[in-house]
């Protein structure tokens, strides 16, 4: 495990330099070393090679927490520095899909992972979950259901509520980076899972195409509302037969900022909190797949609770920011951003050679402070693991998505543990 100092030196370093941090707002000063409010230890898991890994999972396993990814095989491993892996799903002619969340199926206090896998040359994907089997090295595969629209889902996550008193369970999903739809567990969870339409986007305004998919509070009815792109879907009181009103959040789909490609603003990473501290939830957004991406946060305005959200630009500049969290790293109370740039993008666009993980850190009333915590590690889909209580620290982490056309590259899953500046972060792993 790696101590704190070096991570802290580096940062501070380029810190003084001027490469990091930077005041969002002109009229604040240049951070200096003591405002670099959290410490951050990194840790690198695992280093592989030229296998591709794409999203990463945590997951409470019967042997305690864990980290799964998914590429053309699901592996395992502890979270710790150079964990060894172990392989619980083989190798597939076809690879698993960018979706990927895990949940505990079937209530048994251990968590499965949900995750497609191409089928038909990779035009059609079947969703599946797996099950660790004690005492068997390998997971036990399950149908979910059968997605026939090219491409497999980019994003899966669980979707849990109460309907009339009885709790209902199952994954959201987007498909073909326009098709909204849930799958609901059966009461045997070994049964293929029944499918629940939640929207065609191309019948709500999409330009082009939208990813990124977060649930959440934001009507205020205690339900998951979901956010997918520039959209937000308002759960019914009863999604297994009511329908779900779509509207849009934000129009960045077709905004792009001058001079940049259009087409890309739909495709983002997502994540929610009361940035503002005024009981409501904020959508927090990356362009995740362009060089010079923004980052916002939107606002729902309470003259027009229908229409386009409030925006406020915090960021741009961003290089394939496909990693986002949303999270309070200083202990203020007021939830903060971190951002996570890759190593190469996913269409080609020129690699990186020193991504970076950013915090913006939460100043009030919209405002944010940005801190370069780390460079050089690149990440994809980018999670944190649920927070400790008695534990101030949060640790995120993900696996680099390595491109078949840069033959030098190779995986990484790595991860960050960051806390208040006060604490003594010497233990990555204190009560997890
Ligand atoms: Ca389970
Ligand atoms: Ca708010
Ligand atoms: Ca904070």
């Known amino acids: 495990m790696l101590t704190t100092e070096p991570l802290l030196i580096a940062a501070l370093v380029a810190l003084g330099l001027g490469l990091a941090g930077g005041s969002l707002s002109a009229a604040d000063p240049e951070p200096s070393e003591a405002t670099l409010a959290v410490t951050v230890e990194p840790m690198l898991i695992a280093q592989l090679g030229a296998e591709h890994f794409g999203n990463a999972v945590y997951r409470r396993g019967t042997r305690g927490p864990r980290i799964a990814a998914s590429g053309t095989r699901i592996l395992e491993w502890a979270i710790q520095e150079s964990a060894p892996a172990t392989e619980v799903v083989p190798s597939s002619p076809e690879r698993y899909s960018n979706g990927a969340c895990a949940m505990d199926v079937n209530g048994d206090g251990t968590d499965e992972m949900v995750v497609a896998r191409d089928t038909a040359g990779g035009h059609e994907s079947d969703v599946l979950w797996f099950e660790e089997v004690p005492g068997q090295a390998q ?78 509070d934001l009507a205020g009815h205690g339900r998951p509302d979901l956010v997918c792109g520039n959209f937000w879907a308002e759960c019914p009181a009863d999604p297994t037969r009511e329908p779900w009103v779509v509207r849009r959040y934000g129009d960045w789909d077709g905004h792009p900022l001058p001079g940049k490609p259009a087409g890309w603003g739909g495709m983002c990473q997502l994540d929610l909190g009361d940035l503002d501290d005024d009981g409501q939830l904020e959508i927090v957004a990356a362009e995740s797949e362009i060089p010079e991406a923004r980052l916002g946060v939107f606002s729902r305005n309470p003259a027009d609770p229908d229409g386009v959200w409030k925006a406020t630009l915090v960021d741009t500049g961003l290089y394939c920011p496909h990693s986002l969290v949303v999270t309070d790293v200083d202990g203020d109370g007021r939830p903060d951003i971190l951002v996570g740039e890759m190593t190469a993008g996913g269409w080609e666009v020129p690699r990186k050679a020193d991504p970076k993980l950013y915090l913006y850190l939460n100043q009030g009333d919209l405002t944010f402070r940005r801190y370069e915590l780390y460079s050089g590690w690149g990440v994809h889909m980018m999670r944190m693991a649920p927070r400790q209580p008695m534990d101030s620290r949060a640790f995120i982490f993900g696996a680099d998505e390595i491109q078949s056309w840069y033959e030098d590259m190779t995986t990484h899953v790595v991860g960050w543990t960051i806390g208040p500046r006060a604490e003594k972060a010497n233990s990555a792993l204190r009560g997890r």
Do not use: C, F
């Open 139 to 216: 997971w036990q595969e399950h149908l979910v259901g059968h997605v026939t629209e090219w491409e497999a889902p980019h994003d899966i996550m669980p979707l849990e509520m109460v309907v009339a008193g009885r709790a209902i369970k199952g994954v959201a999903l987007v498909a073909a980076r326009r098709s909204l739809y849930w799958y609901e567990i059966p009461a045997d969870p070994a049964q293929p899972w029944e499918k629940h339409e939640i929207a065609d986007l191309r019948q709500n305004g999409m330009v082009e195409s939208e990813s990124g998919l977060v649930l959440g």
